[in-house]
Nanobody, 113 residues
Framework: QVQLVESGGGLVQPGGSLRLSCAAS??????YAWYRQALGKQRELVAQ???????NYADSVKGRFTISRDNVKKTVYLQMNSLKPEDTAVYYC?????????WGQGTQVTVSS
């Protein structure tokens, strides 16, 4: 089974930036996505990207977050700029290929002064 390992989370002040990374072991996925789950809330889609590079974003992060992928390194990134306190959540990487899928273990992002 393909494993996804996230990194890059942490504590940042409002207005700051972070970049999350998610590296896959084994086969590459056709679709990658980042989800997040804030305390007491449901997990929500933040951004997704196809193998060809087509992207989709949640309205709440459009213009601030950018998802990208490196198919050679089998890694997907989430560049997060102009972070807000409401972006605080555990961020999860997701990979999908046909009927197979995998989730990362999650990385905490906290936006606070």
């Amino acid at each position: 089974q393909v494993q996804l390992v996230e990194s890059g989370g942490g504590l940042v002040q409002p207005g700051g930036s972070l970049r999350l990374s998610c590296a896959a072991s084994g086969n590459i996925f056709s679709i990658y996505a980042w989800y997040r789950q804030a305390l007491g809330k449901q997990r929500e889609l933040v951004a997704q990207i196809t193998f060809a590079g087509s992207t989709n974003y949640a309205d709440s992060v459009k213009g601030r977050f950018t998802i990208s992928r490196d198919n050679v390194k089998k890694t997907v990134y989430l560049q997060m700029n102009s972070l807000k306190p409401e972006d605080t959540a555990v961020y999860y990487c997701y990979g999908g290929l046909g009927s197979s899928s995998s989730w990362g273990q999650g990385t905490q992002v906290t936006v606070s002064s």
